[in-house]
């Protein structure tokens, strides 16, 4: 059985849609403050309710387990969220692995995570990822690049944005930062094949898309499927930070989470073939998976829904 921590989150729904369809047998773990409707429908897996910080409850959450996927969700990112526990969080995860015998944990994190940043995102997910690779478990880090789908809290905030504000579209100017956006479906896919794979226990692996993009050039790309024309407008970092603080004083949710302007600076990008080498297949371009964009929706209220809604 395969136990997939943050399994509501954008990432985690389509790796179990995934491993489900391929007739894998998941747990998922959920905590208590989590909306058990975010998970997948139609499907048949298991569901555990725990909280992270109680070892007892996870030791309980991986009787019969054999392999744990440990991510690092959007939704958690969102206005910091639960950023400033993920690392305390990862350890008691892999405390409880190591008292219940599971050996196999894959541990899914970013492109650029070190935990001697300067930057909070990629310091904690740096600090998660030491706590995995020092643990003594048969682990694999997964750095992955921007991943984009449906369900994203970055393409389609990205979208949502465009179609509410007229003819201009403000952005970060992120100077040389290069990105390498990953197609949900071919993050989901390497995950479920590191599964099985011996080989790349104690790895790190990066991952990213076939191509790389200025954060420019990727925003133009997403309009141009999204079927919106706006002049696209650089706005210096300190003063988009700003808005952003302002919009978290008067709104129960960022429209453009915090956590965006770590990624902008730091970039997300890595070897173009290293999906191919470590996975002998070729990751989707960007341009031919943009289809879901050009679909009719209520752009302007699913904006106004995401900044309105708590949690």
């Known amino acids: 059985m395969i136990l997939i921590s943050d399994a509501t989150t954008f990432v985690g729904r389509a790796l179990v849609r995934r491993l489900v369809i391929n ?24 569901t555990v309710s725990a909280s992270m910080d109680d070892l007892p409850a996870l030791r ?22 639960t950023l400033h526990t993920h690392a305390e969080n990862t350890v008691n995860l892999v405390a409880a692995a190591r008292e219940t015998g599971v050996r196999r944990f894959i541990y899914v994190s970013r492109l650029g995570a070190d935990r001697t940043s300067a930057y909070p995102l990629f310091r904690v997910l740096g600090e998660a990822e030491a706590a995995v690779r020092e643990s003594g478990l048969d682990c694999t880090v997964l750095q992955t690049a921007i991943t984009y789908g449906p369900d994203d809290t970055f393409v389609n905030l ?37 599964l099985g794979r011996d080989d790349l226990i104690g790895q790190v692996v990066p991952l990213g898309g076939p191509e790389h993009f200025t954060f420019e050039q990727l925003v133009m790309q997403v309009l141009a499927a999204a079927g919106v024309r706006r002049r696209i407008v650089r706005v210096r970092t300190p003063l988009i930070r700003g808005a952003i603080t ?3 004083t008067l709104l129960p949710r960022t429209p453009t989470p915090p956590w965006w302007l770590d990624l902008l600076a730091v970039g997300s990008a890595t070897n173009l073939v290293t999906v191919q080498r470590h996975f002998d297949f070729e990751p ?24 309105l809604r708590r949690g």
């Open 23 to 46: 007739q894998r047998e998941v747990r998922c773990l959920l905590r208590a403050s989590r909306r058990e409707q975010q998970l997948p429908t139609g499907l048949l897996f298991s």
């Open 60 to 81: 309980s959450a991986m009787q019969g387990v054999t392999a744990i996927v440990h991510l690092a969700g959007e939704f958690d990112l969102e206005q910091g969220g």
């Open 158 to 194: 990205l979208v949502m944005l465009a179609k509410t504000i007229p003819h201009l579209l403000p952005i970060p100017d992120p100077g040389l930062a290069r990105f390498q956006p990953l197609w949900i479906i071919d993050l989901v896919r390497c995950i479920e094949a590191t």
């Open 246 to 248: 302002l919009c978290d």
């Open 284 to 307: 989707c371009r960007l341009a031919d998976c943009l289809d879901y964009l050009g679909h009719k929706r209520p752009w302007r209220r699913e904006l106004l829904r995401f900044a």
